[in-house]
């Protein structure tokens, strides 16, 4: 089990840019993939991107080519990068960890077929027009 810790959320402009940090702490050794999601008021959680121990990477259709996921090697701390943010990208946005290693990587979360483990509790992104 991991404590996730996320920071970096506030308030932009629309086309402005964010970077989301998320600090894990306890067994960080065995998580196999983290990636961050995101919640809007009454909508559904989504996937927005991921990534796992072999490099594999997956973002959301919506997100890609404007964010960007990343891991500090050393620590662990996961990023995302939020650039040309826009209106629908307000949300809670949560990261979260798992242990297994499951078939389809990365891509199999994003898309809702896998659900993480571990989660943390989520920090606020609203992007004003």
């Known amino acids: 089990q991991v404590h996730l810790v996320e920071s970096g959320g506030g308030s932009v402009q629309a086309g402005g840019s964010l970077r989301l940090s998320c600090s894990a702490s306890?067994?960080?050794?065995?998580?196999?993939?983290m990636g961050w999601f995101r919640q809007a008021p009454g909508k559904e959680r989504e996937g927005v991107a991921v990534?796992?121990?072999?490099?594999?990477?997956s973002y959301a259709d919506s997100v890609k080519g404007r964010f960007t996921i990343s891991q500090d090697g050393a620590e662990g701390t996961l990023y995302l990068q939020m650039n040309s943010l826009n209106a629908e990208d307000t949300a809670m946005y949560y990261c979260a960890a798992d242990f297994r290693h499951l078939p389809g990587g990365p891509a199999w979360y994003v898309t809702g077929i896998y659900d993480m483990e571990d989660w943390g509790k989520g920090t606020q992104v609203t992007i004003s027009s």
């Open positions: 306890g067994d960080t050794a065995s998580i196999h993939s």
């Open positions: 990534l796992d121990k072999t490099g594999a990477i």
